[in-house]
């Protein structure tokens, strides 16, 4: 479904202020947000605990009403249903239900999209593949671990290969070999033309991930744009090369010095801790460990495939199998304009 300009979020204004039983102000978790989520963007939603995250992310859902402000998510009303079928979310929690199995919990949100019987187990198969759980989709899910069930809720989200995926911290609880595949499948889905909105608290998601970002606190944005507007440091030059000899720094600080630079840090860089346990896991794997848990997850589900991301400003998805999509004049493109007017 496409939304007018390729704005698949827009909020102006927002405020979201809980009442107390007698109706007094009591929470004002979200004050004046503006945001604007593109089609194919990957867009992070940072701020420390409490600053209003997870309640503007119920808002876009139509989960909780603004106090004030608008909000459009797909070119349509929040509480539209006809922009949910688009709509993949993961919450922060995990509502599972306890005593259904993973295959059980994928069939059972593809018939809430009324997928047809075998565009639900087709799909079923792929995401269970590839978020690793085939080995253990007959267990019931209360009985799975954290990760193992934050994995069956991102199956969950993309059953109906939605347009906007909304993530609520998607690698809390995972180990960090699921961690990174998450974040592949994320870059990928992205790369496919899905919009995402993702709320994390792993700032290294987000630099290896968003396109921009908003940095909430208090329930009020203080900062927004692109990860190298927000992050590149002009006033400093790194030059990355092999390993030099003493003689050679000294002379390339001599060389500097006379060019007037005195401050010049000579280091070794140090690799990141996540391709080191990357790489013990796969050694693990490769000596045929065995495990009880979720195993390596597999490559995206073909179904989830997008548009290219170079059309994905304008063209409108295609139509899924079995998933019903609004025809573009049950859009109302004029929201997104009238939102851009202020009052
Ligand atoms: N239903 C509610 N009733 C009253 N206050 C609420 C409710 N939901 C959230 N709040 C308050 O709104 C503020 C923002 O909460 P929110 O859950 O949006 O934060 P968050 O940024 O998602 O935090 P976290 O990183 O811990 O998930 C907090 O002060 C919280 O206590
Ligand atoms: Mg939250």
């Not at 007018?4 to 204004?13: L, W």
């Amino acid at each position: 479904m496409s939304a007018a300009d390729g704005i698949d979020i827009k909020c102006v204004g927002v405020t979201k202020t809980f009442r107390d039983f007698w109706m007094r102000p009591r929470v004002r978790a979200v004050e004046g947000v503006d945001l604007e989520v593109r089609r194919g963007q990957i867009y992070g939603l940072l701020g420390p605990n409490g600053s209003g995250k997870s309640t503007t992310i119920k808002m876009l859902l139509g989960l909780l009403t603004p106090t004030s402000g608008r909000i459009a998510v797909l070119g349509r009303r929040p509480r539209d249903v006809g922009a949910k079928r688009h709509l993949g979310y993961l919450p922060e929690e995990s509502y599972l239900y306890r005593f259904l199995s993973a295959r059980e919990t994928l069939d059972y949100y593809g018939r809430l999209f009324r997928l047809p019987g075998n565009v639900r187990r087709e799909r079923t198969d792929r995401l269970l593949e590839m978020v690793g759980l085939e080995a253990v989709e007959h267990r019931p899910v209360g009985e799975f671990s954290k990760g193992m069930q934050r994995r069956v809720g991102l199956a969950q989200a993309l059953i109906n290969d939605p347009q906007l995926l909304i993530l609520d911290e998607p690698t809390s609880g995972m180990d960090p070999v699921a961690a990174r595949q998450i974040k592949d499948l994320i870059a990928d889905l992205g790369s496919r033309g899905k919009t995402v909105l993702l709320c994390t608290h792993q700032l290294s998601d987000v630099e290896d991930l968003c396109d921009r970002v908003a940095i909430m606190y208090g329930g009020r944005v203080r900062a927004e744009g692109t990860c190298d507007d927000l992050l590149v440091q002009e006033a400093l030059t790194t030059i990355q090369t092999d390993a030099l000899p003493e003689g050679v720094v000294a002379e390339i600080r001599g060389l500097l010095a006379r060019h007037g630079i005195d401050h010049c840090d000579v280091t070794r860089p140090r690799r990141r801790m996540e391709s080191l346990f990357l790489e013990i896991v796969d050694r693990a794997r490769a000596e045929g460990l065995q495990t009880s848990g979720a195993r390596s997850g597999g490559g995206v589900a073909d179904f989830l495939r997008g548009e290219p991301a170079s059309s994905a400003s304008t063209a409108p998805a295609g139509p899924t199998d079995g998933a019903v999509v609004a025809p573009a004049a049950e859009v109302d493109t004029g929201l997104i304009e009238s939102l851009a007017r202020r009052p």
